[in-house]
C-alpha cells in the first residue's frame, strides 16, 4: 500500500504563489509518475502536471508558464510551484503516484484564490 499526503494549500490573493507538496509512503517502486490534479467545485477532477522518475515533465495548457512540478526522489516527494495564481485555480489539489497497474491518491488540498 502507499499513502499520500498533500500540504501547502490555502488562500492566496490573484497573482500570488502557493508551493503544493506530496509526500508518499509505503510500498514504493523505482519507477513511478507522479502527479498533480485538481477539482473546482461542480467540475470534474482535472490533469495539472505529470513527473516521472526519471524528471519528464508534461502540464495542462492552462497551467503552462505559471507552474512548475519537481520532485525529490529520495525522499518520495513531489512539489507544484504555483505562481501567478489566478481565481480560476481555485481548487482542491490532489497529488496521485502511478506505479506500474496501480494507482494511489491523497486526500486532496484545497487552493483558494481570492481577493
Known amino acids: 500500500q502507499v499513502q499520500l499526503v498533500e500540504s501547502g494549500g490555502g488562500l492566496v490573493q490573484p497573482g500570488g504563489s502557493l508551493r503544493l507538496s506530496c509526500a508518499a509512503s509505503?510500498?514504493?517502486?523505482?519507477?513511478?509518475?507522479m502527479a498533480w490534479y485538481r477539482q473546482a467545485p461542480g467540475k470534474e477532477r482535472d490533469f495539472v502536471a505529470i513527473i516521472t522518475t526519471g524528471g519528464s515533465t508534461n502540464y495542462a495548457d492552462s497551467v503552462k508558464g505559471r507552474f512548475t512540478i519537481s520532485r525529490d526522489n529520495a525522499k518520495n516527494t513531489v512539489y507544484l510551484q504555483m505562481n501567478s495564481l489566478k481565481p480560476e485555480d481555485t481548487a482542491v489539489y490532489y497529488c496521485?503516484?502511478?506505479?506500474?497497474?496501480?494507482?494511489?491518491w491523497g486526500q486532496g488540498t484545497q487552493v483558494t484564490v481570492s481577493s
Open positions: 496521485k503516484l502511478s506505479q506500474g497497474f496501480s494507482s494511489y
Open positions: 509505503g510500498s514504493i517502486s523505482r519507477n513511478t509518475a
